[in-house]
């Protein structure tokens, strides 16, 4: 099928696009700014990029297309008007869609069972009664909370849980909701455009567990091993709520605001038809906290990936779909121009750990590796298999090889050594206006307090080893 993806560089759009391209899709990539989407390297074929802001008419060329995602979402963007921007968007966007060959539109919106709806739900709402304005069917499908690194609602547990031991909290904590993993919601956005039947419909998507806000803390606890503990207030206004999300976790005070609004408003599933059309994955919402923290962003590519080699897609590159985890992490990113061949500075790369070392400063490597191993990790001692070559899977020092694409000049590594958290080595060949650098990225996403003390203390010692190990590559 012929796709146009809106949203291609939000949250679920990222997700969707190597599901849909693994399928043999073709996409059309609608996106504000073309420069911050970067087109798969061995995909060329199969996407082309659309750059429009539908707050406006569109009045370029209109592509023929056979399904359209709608997953343009302005909440995010401030507090005042976003519903009639929304609004806006979507009666652009019906303009738009009408003057194509378009024989459906998926639309993921919110739960709105209840009478009382927050400001950011009413928009939601809205804005799937205008996209059921248009000639082309819409299929709906309407979910909660989204369990998966990236959604603002997880990333907000996320901080409000690794950073706080107690939490004084306010009433909403006791507001249920059916929350849905990543995963499952991408299996229902998928499943929906190979079923004709789906067209014109709404659908309410959730996971098993209706919790309360307060119980889906304290389970992210569980799964992270944190011991947790958390007071409910009455006195807390919702202004102050916003106050309080806005200082402790990483998210904007409005979107604070619309997140505390919305949290009032219980959103639990009062049908689940959308089970007896697709045979989704239904997984709890532990294992979805399990999923979260996987070691790749991507993993949720591989089952569909061995799908589609299986009807023929063995070209399907996985590793250009492998992410680092972008969110509650620390990173240090050293980035560093090429004088010499880039042939030997991948040469270099693929050479480093074992007998060669790590370029700079190994006598401090050897003394990490040594308190790695007194305190039960695996050490320097494993070393490699082989002096030039690497593979994913293969073991390097303490190291475990993720990815490592040699004619993309990338080479993704997963810590293995005790750590109050998880960390991953990336270094990447770029080029850009003709001119190639070397950017090498360490990540680390801390588990608990104690994770975020440990980064800050050894902080000075990677600033140095890093930057340094970055300058003898390319020498």
């Not at 399904?67 to 921007?85: P, Q, R, T």
């Not at 695996?378 to 990815?403: H, I, N, Q, Y």
């Not at 993704?412 to 958290?421: I, N, S």
């Not at 360490?442 to 050894?458: D, E, H, N, S």
Request: charge should be positive; aromatic fraction near 10%.
């Amino acid at each position: 099928m012929k796709i146009l993806l809106t949203g291609a560089t939000g949250y679920i759009g990222k997700r969707l696009l190597p599901q849909l391209l693994s399928r043999g899709h073709e996409i059309i990539a609608v996106v504000r700014d073309a420069a911050r989407f970067q087109i798969p390297q061995n995909y060329s074929d199969q996407v082309k990029v659309l750059e429009h802001d539908f707050i406006e008419d569109y009045n370029g060329f209109i592509p023929d297309v056979d399904v359209a995602y709608y997953l343009i979402h302005s909440m995010s963007s401030g507090f005042g008007d976003f519903d009639k921007k929304e609004a806006l968007c979507a009666e652009n966007f019906v303009k738009f869609i009408d003057t194509t060959s378009c024989k459906q539109i998926v639309y993921l919106s919110g739960l709105t069972n209840q009478e009382k709806l927050s400001k950011h739900l009413k928009s939601r709402q809205n804005t799937g009664a205008i996209l059921g304005q248009s000639r082309v069917p819409l299929t709906e499908l309407q979910a909660g909370i989204i369990v998966g690194s990236g959604s603002a609602s997880f990333e907000i547990i996320r901080d409000l849980v690794e950073k706080l031991p107690v939490m004084v909290a306010p009433r909403w904590l006791e507001t249920k909701c059916q929350p849905i993993g990543i995963r499952t919601a991408l299996q229902y956005l998928t499943g929906v455009i190979e079923k004709p039947e789906t067209r014109g419909n709404n659908y309410q998507i959730g996971g098993p567990d209706i919790l309360t806000y307060k119980q889906m803390l304290l389970q992210y606890a569980e799964v992270r091993e944190l011991k947790r503990a958390i007071f409910s207030v009455p006195v807390m206004t919702p202004k102050l709520s916003s106050y309080w999300l806005y200082f402790v976790t990483s998210t904007t005070y409005s979107l604070a605001v619309n997140l505390v609004d919305s949290m009032k408003v219980e959103v639990v599933c009062e049908e689940n038809r959308i089970r007896e059309i697709i045979d989704a994955e239904t997984l709890s919402y532990k294992k979805n906290i399990e999923l979260a923290f996987t070691k790749i962003e991507q993993n949720s590519v591989v089952s569909s990936w061995k799908d589609a080699a299986v009807s023929g897609l063995e070209s399907f590159n996985l590793g250009e779909f492998i992410e680092v985890p972008q969110f509650g992490c620390f990173r240090d990113v050293q980035k560093v121009k090429i004088q010499s061949s880039v042939e030997k500075v991948k040469n270099r790369i693929w050479s480093i750990g074992g007998k060669t070392g790590w370029y700079y400063g190994n006598f401090l490597w050897q003394i990490r590796g040594l308190l790695d191993k007194v305190n039960g990790g695996v050490g320097l001692r494993r070393g490699r298999t082989d002096p030039e070559k690497l593979s994913s899977g293969d073991a390097l020092d303490f190291w475990r090889v993720l990815d490592a694409d040699y004619a993309r000049g990338r080479l993704l590594l997963y810590a293995e050594m005790k750590l109050p958290g998880e960390a991953w080595l990336e270094f990447q060949i770029e080029k850009n206006n003709g001119v190639h650098h070397l950017v090498q990225t360490a990540t680390f996403r801390p588990k608990g307090l104690w994770g975020r003390i440990y980064w800050y203390a050894v902080t000075p010692f990677h600033w140095v080893i890093f930057k340094g190990m970055a300058g003898r590559i390319v020498e």
